[in-house]
């Protein structure tokens, strides 16, 4: 049995290329491409979870990395270079790999688990995906002209499961993680509405939000592990400012 969960991984990275390679070579719908990848992917990491559903560990594990896959095809649908669909093609496949790997560790290797792994890939994906779902939902906004108001309902959804997820896997308290997570997907989906409104291009706006989400969880994260002073803060402070100003001056704007 631990035979076939050791191969699960590679059956993942195996899945996810023909689904990337499908969509290269236009030889299938894109639509059914994408929704027979993150399907069978879903499965193997269900069955790689033990389908423990009545957990949370089950559906954070299972949705980060599906989370995750679903906003990477999306971004691939916006690109225009093939270079640069190939490269994020081939990274997120090493992503996913290298997740299920942690978690095959984690739940049937314990002893080989390296501690924090799943930790630090989870905030990785977290913050990737962050940025490809806003630059589809400001894509789709713009070029399928979909309510904004629709939009900020499922990107409010979705900052929920993020963040809480990330708090969670930092093991953080429950009676904080709740409203911070509350507190922070408010902020960052005004945020979002507020920018959709601005003469700015939308992976402008997206790296503008995905900065946002990662000063705020850095920040939240260091204050419910009790590891929040004034040097972390300065930290990230300077970080996001260094940031901020490449960002602004590397937009166009309209």
């Not at 689904?19 to 030889?27: D, E, K, P, V, Y």
């Not at 649908?77 to 997120?92: D, K, N, R, V």
């Not at 739940?107 to 630090?120: A, D, G, K, V």
């Not at 929040?228 to 940031?243: F, M, N």
Request: hydrophobic fraction near 55%.
């Amino acid at each position: 049995m631990i035979l076939i969960h050791r191969i699960t991984p590679f059956a993942i990275g195996l899945i996810a290329s023909l689904g990337f390679a499908s969509l290269f070579l236009s030889r299938t719908s894109p639509v059914l491409s994408l929704a027979l990848t993150v399907i069978l992917i879903a499965l193997l990491y269900a069955r790689l979870l033990h389908f423990k559903i009545r957990t949370f560990q089950f559906w954070h594990f299972l949705g980060t990395p599906s989370l995750y896959l679903l906003s990477s095809f999306g971004m691939i649908f916006l690109f225009e270079q093939q270079t640069l669909s190939l490269t994020l093609a081939i990274l997120t496949v090493l992503f996913l790999v290298l997740f299920a790997e942690y978690i095959f560790q984690f739940t049937h290797l314990p002893s080989q688990y390296q501690p924090y792994s799943i930790e630090y890939l989870t905030l990785l994906l977290n913050v990737l995906t962050i940025f490809f779902i806003t630059s589809v939902a400001y894509g789709v906004n713009l070029l399928a002209q979909t309510p904004l108001w629709a939009l900020a309902i499922i990107f409010f959804l979705l900052s929920i499961f993020i963040l809480y997820g990330t708090l969670w896997v930092s093991k953080a308290d429950e009676s904080k993680s709740r409203p911070y997570t509350i507190a922070g997907s408010i902020l960052t989906t005004e945020f979002f509405v507020t920018l959709a409104f601005l003469p700015s291009g939308l992976y402008t706006n997206a790296a503008l939000i995905t900065l946002f989400f990662y000063i705020f969880l850095g920040l939240t994260r260091a204050e419910v592990r009790h590891k929040l002073s004034k040097q972390v803060a300065l930290r990230y402070l300077i970080t996001a400012a260094i940031l901020l100003i490449l960002i602004v001056a590397s937009a166009n704007w309209l």
